[in-house]
């Protein structure tokens, strides 16, 4: 009786040993697991930027007869203007939310025509105003009264869904002020880097100067950066300087932000209405505020600009070219606007996508974001070499300088970071010693029942 007590014991210690051991094995995995990052990839896709793309993606299905515009909605879910039932019923069914509305994008689209056609006056502009379905035609404090009498009757030919609004202040291109790239033309702040494969530049605002223009990092002339080798203005707003050593160097995609700080940028893209973006200045810094309208039109005293990226975030004399971003997405590069960063106002920027696309270049990422692996970002240049710009719907984007690859992000350091396993490991160490204990005293016993047993038979 005494000897079965015994085995039942020692089973009971040997099951609860094994136990333990599944136990602190399965909490080592799941803190491991717990540490394991989300994704992989090295363009940061947020919500706002889900939302965007499938919002797009509808508006491009159902076509510009039966729908007005798409923006993200203040749940962070895509809204797309429709004109039927049948269309929002397809829109709901892709998980956004559909509103009805009266007028498409092809009758908006018509009456922006129709106001381009129409005597130019400078110090006004126009955009589409996706969520109140309508045209908004601003004047700012240059336009006399008899030329917005003019504006309006234009307007009103074409229809109540055109809405009329005086701007304090004035439209102006951003090229004065103390910036990091200068020349005889003026100066400005450089955007992003770009390549064509055989060369690197810097691409910024158009009006900042025509081609041939000399660019110096420095106000004395000393350090010469490029040369201006295209220009779109007006029609356009972007221009392309080119590197006097022909290379953009290290880091190129890193951009400053101030204070020792910047961004990487790891893509190019299209911002959506409502979302977050960042816009980077060498005369006022850093700011943030939202995409409020699409395919603008402003009419500047040295010409008409259109297809324009309309923001209330704010800007200063000095911040032409300067970069539009989100969460490391390059969007546009300043054109212009109104007021500063004191009162608000309202910026135009030229969408970096159709820029490339005209001047057949494309944006200098690293390798390993081009890859889709994450890479250290070196500290951002003071010169202007490094002020391309970026940040975004969110967040601005990923910080740099970047020490590389945290600690703990691959599976065998999370498993050798005490911080993560110690209950764990606790558990499993305590079970093997009950386990190896058990083992022990089944060989003492046995050993000395043995030793009885043959002490007994031979006497």
Known sequence: MRHARRRIVRRVARLAAVGGLLLGGGMVAQSAMAG??????????????????????????????????????????????????AAAARVEHAGATATMVRHSMNELKSATATLRSAPRVAGTAWVLDYRTNRVVVRADSTVSAGDWSRMTQVASGIGSFVRMERSPGKFTTRLNGAQPILSTTGRCSAGFNVTNGQGDFILTAGHCGPAGSLWFAD??????????????????????????????????????????????ITGVGDPAVGQRVFRSGSTSGLHDGRVTGLDATVNYPEGTVTGLIETNVCAEPGDSGGPLFSEGIALGVTSGGSGDCITGGTTFFQPVTKAMRALGVQLIVSEQAASGQSAPAPAPSASATRSAIAPGAASPGSSAPATGTAAGSTLPARLSDPRNIGPG??????????LVATRCLRAEQDRKAYQRYYSATWG
């Not at 606790?426 to 009950?434: K, N, P, Q």
Request: no cysteine; aromatic share 4%.
């Open 36 to 85: 394991e990052p989300a994704g992989t990839s090295a363009v940061p896709l947020s919500a706002a930027r889900s939302s965007s793309g499938t919002g797009a993606a509808l508006v491009s299905e159902l076509g510009a007869s039966r729908t007005a515009g798409t923006w993200i909605g203040a749940d962070g879910r895509p809204v797309v203007a429709v004109t039927d039932k």
């Open 219 to 264: 106000d004395q002339g000393r350090r010469q950066l490029g040369k201006t080798v295209r220009q779109d203005f007006p029609g356009g707003d972007f221009s392309l300087v080119q590197y006097a050593g022909g290379s953009a160097g290290q880091g190129a995609d890193v951009v400053a932000i101030g204070n020792g700080n910047g961004v990487r």
């Open 425 to 434: 490991l606790l558990v499993v160490a305590g079970s093997l010693i009950a």
